[in-house]
């Protein structure tokens, strides 16, 4: 399945300050902390905004590999939101290639501590 990797080649990051000099840094991505793969389906259990309430069948794309942690959810309508991989909490269905052919791996249900992140929501 094509996305993104666990690659935590460092690199780097590059600005100018508030005086105008140029400031550079080096920076690794952290390092993945979930099973969770592109292309792995969840039902949610418990509302994430107006667009994915409880009940909502959601895939996971491909994100950014430099923040591996946080997942981008896709809803039926095309609809996308970004969540720490904590906050999915559900009957997670994860699928991978095995002899070229898409296999489900079994459900499994998913979830830990739970964070209240209703403060982002509009309201």
Do not use: C
């Not at 100018?16 to 793969?37: S, T």
């Amino acid at each position: 399945m094509d996305g993104v990797t666990n690659d935590r080649k460092p690199y780097f990051v590059t600005w100018k300050d508030a005086q105008g000099q140029i400031q550079r840094i080096r920076r690794m991505a952290p390092p993945k902390a979930h099973d969770l793969n592109v292309g792995d389906e969840a039902t949610l259990d418990r509302r994430l905004g107006d667009d994915f309430s409880k009940g909502t069948k959601v895939s996971i794309e491909a994100s950014n590999q430099r923040h591996p942690n946080i997942l981008k959810l896709k809803n039926e309508n095309g609809q996308t939101t970004f969540v720490p991989y904590f906050d999915l909490t559900g009957n997670i269905r994860r699928f991978r290639m095995v002899d070229g052919e898409r296999t489900q791996m079994g459900d499994q249900t998913s979830g830990g501590d739970y964070i209240d992140s209703s403060y982002l929501e509009w309201p």
